[in-house]
């Protein structure tokens, strides 16, 4: 598998991508080269960032509305969002076949978090899902 992005959980996402401009990175152009969007279905704003020099995207993730669950409630809840504005939380890998991985990283006690779902415009509708264990933490499968 092939690493695709890190994924930060942030408090203000405006805050951090300016921020993130000052160390270099820009508005990828790998994504779609589109601004912040938001994505009603899991409760988050979503921008992608590039250094221009490699392949790694960073995510920048912020939570749209604290009285509706999302997919970084764990983090708000185990004080993680208490101690930082910014918080990697997850890495993800790119694979050729996206079930085919799953039922690989179920075999290795990866528990599937959500079901595989198209992601929105920003990454071209690909397929993702997320999986968590214990000892590895959560990463999220993107389908090529």
């Keep these: 598998m ?50 221009g020099t490699d392949d790694l ?14 997919p970084v409630d764990f983090i708000i809840k185990g004080g993680a969002g208490g101690y930082s504005d910014s918080i990697p939380y997850h890495i993800c890998y790119e694979v050729d076949d996206i079930d085919e991985s799953i039922a690989e990283l179920r075999k290795k006690h990866f528990i599937l978090i959500n079901e595989k779902a198209p992601t929105t415009e920003v990454l071209y509708h690909k397929n993702v899902c997320f999986l968590y264990n214990k000892a590895a933490g959560m990463i999220e499968l993107i389908e090529k």
């Design 57 to 70: 995207l960073i995510e920048l993730i912020e939570l749209l509305d604290s009285t509706k669950p999302s």
């Design 2 to 51: 092939k690493i695709h992005h890190i994924g930060y959980f942030v408090k203000n996402i405006e805050k951090s991508k300016k921020k993130y401009e000052e160390l270099g990175f820009r508005v990828s152009p790998k994504a779609g080269n589109q601004d912040i969007q938001y994505d009603y279905e899991r409760n988050i704003k979503i921008l992608f960032m590039d250094n």
